[in-house]
């Protein structure tokens, strides 16, 4: 099972708003509203910040938001922040050997 | 405090033997599936094991047969057994805490990591 692809780096202007790509399979994405999403400032652990999709855990800003369509996942940033530069990872439960997959992580730049 | 703190990683040479713990505070620990995830250096994130609340492990392929995961519910605490190591699972090891139901697992807490060196 191979990771979840994303792109490795997607850069926007503050106050823009930018989306994150995450390519599954039918057996991952595509196949279960499982996926998630975190955010990974340098030297840090990762933090939630989206799961089943499109749900939001308590203290995430609403500025993030998720969705699915077919076999790709998206996480967008409104109103892009420089405390939004990080590096982000979706995630997903697949029903191949490995039961659980990361993706390829995307950089985000604020310019 | 909610928290998961790791310890026990180091540097140990090729086809040695480490065991990595995670204590959790502040939570009811028997009441939720743990896991734990590596990341090497400049990399991105790698599931590594998890283990239900009932005792249920899983494993990629990629570590099946040199890693154990268990738990002591007692002591609020998790472990990676980590046998047979190779310069490839040198990484930094986090616990995560996963409140999902079956399938749908996800990681809402983490630990800070701990750095585990397989090098001669």
């Known amino acids: 099972q191979s990771a979840l692809t994303q792109p490795a780096s997607v850069s926007g202007s503050p106050g823009q708003s930018i989306t994150i790509s995450c390519t599954g399979t039918s057996s991952d994405v595509g196949g279960y509203n499982y996926v998630s999403w975190y955010q990974q400032h340098p030297g840090k652990a990762p933090k939630l910040m989206i799961y089943e999709v499109s749900n939001r855990p308590s203290g995430v800003p609403d500025r993030f938001s998720g969705s699915k369509s077919g076999n790709t996942a998206s996480l967008t940033i409104s109103g892009l922040q420089a405390e939004d530069e990080a590096d982000y990872y979706c995630?997903?439960?697949?029903?191949?050997?490995?039961?659980?997959?990361f993706g390829t992580g995307t950089k985000v730049t604020v310019l | 405090e909610v928290q998961l703190v790791e310890s026990g990683g180091g540097l140990v040479q090729p086809g040695g033997s480490l065991r990595l713990s995670c204590a959790a505070s502040g939570f009811t620990f028997s009441s939720y599936d743990m896991h734990w995830v590596r990341q090497a250096t400049g990399k991105g994130l790698e599931w590594v094991s998890a283990?239900?609340?009932?005792?249920?492990?899983y494993y990629p392929g990629s570590v099946k047969g040199r890693f154990t995961i268990s738990r002591e519910n007692a002591k609020n605490s998790l472990y990676l057994q980590m046998n047979s190591l190779r310069a490839g699972d040198t990484a930094v090891y986090y616990c995560?805490?996963?409140?999902?139901?079956?399938?749908?697992?996800?990681?809402?807490?983490w630990g800070r990591g701990t750095l585990v060196t397989v090098s001669s």
């Open positions: 283990i239900g609340t009932a005792g249920d492990t």
């Open positions: 995560a805490r996963d409140p999902g139901l079956g399938n749908d697992w996800y990681f809402d807490l």
């Open positions: 995630s997903s439960y697949t029903s191949s050997s490995i039961p659980y997959v």
